[in-house]
């Protein structure tokens, strides 16, 4: 049989397996569409305006809740004080959705400020080291250490009070008329920066997020230029390299927003502008998600591939080059990816050490 042919068939089984199951549609997000700066701001605009409608970007904040709380995470230091932030969110017929933030303040400052952004599993925490509960801790503790102050935020119905483990998929249906589901993941960070801005003297703002928040790393540097330098940590891939669907998590794969803008368009969208950084981290055989042992060559664009770069790796190495080439040709901002050999689903201390630490102190 042709390879042409092998691969069309390849492709029908691979859609088949992928549309009935959740009756979600699979975008291929295979090709770039990005290739001038006016494009990445046409997309943008698109974007905020399916997330947001007609409001656009949030120009409002988060609520202080208090100056001065206890630490909810233990162990640090060069720790002035922690803020805790709220930003309350309605839904049509679930209640308010709830979603704390904590500011940590070093008492030695450089003036930047990071976002930590939590994934999902409920009851969440940020109390936990590389080894133990995503390196979050650790994470914490290195950038406080360097000087930076930390805005550790949760993602919706997943966080350290508000834990709802079965209705994560339903914020799609609950959304207020002319936004998306979408508003609920992305607007508690929005609306966390925008109370920085207002009431601090932050000179810039950067993010890094693990699992689901690595996915709201992507996406919402995508979205707001504030961030200089994204961190996703095993948040992502292009959506042509996934095997299966996360059935609980909807926002991965919302096809009409994924139809606006794919995932390498996304990683160029967070990565473009003066001095802006996005390092894309995966960890080589996480056993929870875009890792090796989920990798499939027979998916449509892999097959079509060289015999000898099917493999996870090569697969990876091959939308890095591609998302590199466009940002050499707009000039501004990079992007490269970061195989981790680790097999835990963490921040992993290799890539608090050689990875964030480097980064954000601009080596």
Same mark, same amino acid.
């Given at each position: 049989?042709?390879?042409?042919?092998?691969?069309?068939?390849?492709?029908?089984?691979?859609?088949?397996?992928?549309?009935?199951?959740?009756?979600?549609?699979?975008?291929?997000?295979?090709?770039?569409?990005?290739?001038?700066?006016?494009?990445?701001?046409?997309?943008?605009?698109?974007?905020?305006?399916?997330?947001?409608?007609?409001?656009?970007?949030?120009?409002?904040?988060?609520?202080?809740?208090?100056?001065?709380?206890?630490?909810?995470?233990?162990? $640090?230091?060069?720790?002035?004080?922690?803020?805790? $932030?709220?930003?309350?969110?309605?839904?049509?017929?679930?209640?308010?959705?709830?979603?704390?933030?904590?500011?940590?303040?070093?008492?030695?400052?450089?003036?930047?400020?990071?976002?930590?952004?939590?994934?999902?599993?409920?009851?969440?925490?940020?109390?936990?080291?590389?080894?133990?509960?995503?390196?979050?801790?650790?994470?914490?503790?290195?950038?406080?250490?360097?000087?930076?102050?930390?805005?550790?935020?949760?993602? /919706?119905?997943?966080?350290?009070?508000?834990?709802?483990?079965?209705?994560?998929?339903? $914020?799609?249906?609950?959304?207020?008329?002319?936004?998306?589901?979408?508003?609920?993941?992305?607007?508690?960070?929005?609306?966390?920066?925008?109370?920085?801005?207002?009431?601090?003297?932050?000179?810039?703002?950067?993010?890094?997020?693990?699992?689901?928040?690595?996915?709201?790393?992507?996406?919402?540097?995508?979205?707001?230029?504030?961030?200089?330098?994204?961190?996703?940590?095993?948040?992502?891939?292009?959506?042509?390299?996934?095997?299966?669907?996360?059935?609980?998590?909807?926002?991965?794969?919302?096809?009409?927003?994924?139809?606006?803008?794919?995932?390498?368009?996304?990683?160029?969208?967070?990565?473009?502008?003066?001095?802006?950084?996005?390092?894309?981290?995966?960890?080589?055989?996480?056993?929870?998600?875009?890792?090796?042992?989920?990798?499939?060559?027979?998916? /449509?664009?892999?097959?079509?591939?060289?015999?000898?770069?099917?493999?996870?790796?090569?697969?990876?190495?091959?939308?890095?080059?591609?998302?590199?080439?466009?940002?050499?040709?707009?000039?501004?901002?990079?992007?490269?990816?970061?195989?981790?050999?680790?097999?835990?689903?963490?921040?992993?201390?290799?890539?608090?050490?050689?990875?964030?630490?480097?980064?954000?102190?601009?080596?």
């Amino acid at each position: 049989m042709p390879k042409r042919l092998l691969v069309l068939c390849a492709a029908l089984v691979v859609l088949a397996v992928f549309s009935p199951r959740d009756a979600r549609a699979w975008v291929d997000d295979y090709p770039i569409t990005i290739s001038t700066a006016a494009d990445i701001k046409a997309k943008r605009a698109r974007l905020i305006k399916f997330v947001w409608g007609k409001d656009g970007f949030p120009s409002a904040s988060s609520e202080l809740v208090s100056g001065d709380i206890p630490s909810p995470v233990t162990g $640090l230091d060069n720790l002035e004080r922690v803020e805790k $932030l709220r930003t309350t969110l309605p839904t049509l017929t679930m209640g308010p959705v709830i979603v704390p933030a904590y500011h940590f303040i070093p008492v030695q400052k450089n003036g930047r400020l990071v976002v930590v952004q939590q994934g999902h599993g409920c009851p969440n925490s940020f109390n936990g080291a590389a080894t133990g509960n995503g390196g979050f801790q650790d994470t914490i503790k290195a950038l406080l250490v360097d000087g930076f102050a930390v805005l550790a935020i949760f993602m /919706p119905l997943q966080t350290d009070n508000q834990c709802e483990k079965g209705k994560h998929g339903d $914020l799609f249906t609950q959304a207020p008329a002319d936004r998306d589901g979408l508003w609920f993941f992305l607007t508690p960070t929005a609306m966390g920066i925008n109370y920085l801005a207002q009431h601090d003297s932050y000179r810039d703002f950067n993010m890094i997020g693990l699992s689901g928040g690595g996915w709201t790393t992507t996406v919402y540097a995508a979205l707001d230029p504030r961030v200089r330098i994204s961190i996703p940590v095993a948040g992502s891939l292009p959506l042509y390299l996934r095997k299966t669907l996360y059935p609980n998590d909807d926002e991965q794969t919302h096809a009409a927003f994924y139809e606006i803008a794919g995932y390498p368009d996304l990683y160029i969208m967070g990565s473009f502008g003066a001095a802006r950084v996005q390092i894309q981290v995966l960890n080589l055989n996480d056993p929870c998600c875009f890792s090796a042992p989920f990798h499939e060559p027979a998916l /449509p664009h892999v097959a079509d591939q060289p015999v000898d770069s099917q493999g996870f790796e090569p697969s990876v190495r091959l939308y890095e080059a591609r998302v590199q080439a466009r940002m050499k040709q707009l000039k501004r901002g990079s992007f490269r990816v970061v195989i981790d050999g680790g097999d835990k689903h963490t921040i992993s201390e290799n890539v608090i050490e050689n990875v964030i630490r480097p980064a954000l102190r601009g080596r």
